[in-house]
């Protein structure tokens, strides 16, 4: 069994920053690319940021210069590193990994998701 886990979400005003984190524990062999997704209420789940394995990073246009995706391979965590945060950021926030676990079978796996809120 692989699970993610993530931390770091709550209340902030606009402006401000939080970051979140996400752990991946479990049989692990290997973790390909991770990343962070959003769903605000009403809306569709969409793609924030990416990494690779390598450190390749992809963001969606609205966060790029505001968001830094980032991962410590040593620790198997991701982390999202939010600035300059936007009523319009407010949103779960889900943790993606595409792990490849003791068995060998790779598939994606989702965390289950840290709330960020930010007023106004």
């Known amino acids: 069994q692989v699970q993610l886990v993530e931390s770091g979400g709550g209340l902030v005003q606009a402006g401000g920053s939080l970051r979140l984190s996400c752990a991946a524990s479990?049989?692990?062999?290997?973790?390909?690319?991770m990343g962070w997704y959003r769903q605000a209420p009403g809306k569709q789940r969409e793609l924030v940021a990416t990494?690779?394995?390598?450190?390749?990073?992809n963001y969606v246009d609205s966060v790029k210069g505001r968001f830094t995706i980032y991962r410590d391979n040593t620790k198997n965590t991701v982390y999202l590193q939010m600035n300059s945060l936007k009523t319009e950021d407010t949103a779960l926030y889900y943790c993606?990994?595409?792990?490849?676990?003791?068995?060998?079978?790779?598939?994606?796996?989702w965390g289950q998701g840290t709330q960020v809120t930010v007023s106004s």
């Open positions: 479990g049989s692990i062999f290997s973790i390909n690319a």
């Open positions: 990494i690779t394995s390598g450190g390749i990073t």
């Open positions: 993606n990994g595409n792990i490849r676990d003791r068995d060998y079978y790779l598939r994606d796996y």
